[in-house]
């Protein structure tokens, strides 16, 4: 059982950046593909951004390419999202997701206003 923890979430401007953590306890850390979604209010959840369990390998949503980033830190279980030149849009709840085995974390909200 993997159990993820988003946080740094928060109110920023249009253009403005955030990094979102993701903790993960549990063993193996280093072997999982990690993913972040977000879901905004009505809305579907939908897919962000990938990153394989080597670092090797990335992909992005078209909407967020050029502007946010992924990464991981295997040796403090943590996975990040940068997120700049952010954008009204941008505004939802984000989720950490491993899936294999299955994880969500509670999600943290990201809104972006003026």
């Known amino acids: 059982q993997v159990r993820l923890v988003e946080s740094g979430g928060g109110l920023v401007q249009p253009g403005g950046s955030l990094r979102l953590s993701c903790a993960s306890s549990?063993?193996?850390?280093?072997?999982?593909?990690m993913r972040w979604f977000r879901q905004a209010p009505g809305k579907e959840r939908e897919f962000v951004a990938y990153?394989?369990?080597?670092?090797?390998?990335?992909n992005y949503a078209h909407f967020v390419k050029g502007r946010f980033t992924i990464s991981r830190d295997d040796a403090k279980n943590m996975v990040y999202l940068q997120m700049n030149n952010l954008e009204p849009e941008d505004t939802a709840v984000y989720y950490c997701?491993?899936?294999?085995?299955?994880?969500w974390g509670q999600g943290t909200q990201v809104t972006v206003s003026s």
């Open positions: 997701n491993t899936p294999m085995p299955a994880s």
């Open positions: 549990g063993s193996g850390f280093s072997g999982l593909v």
């Open positions: 990153i394989s369990s080597t670092s090797k390998s990335t």
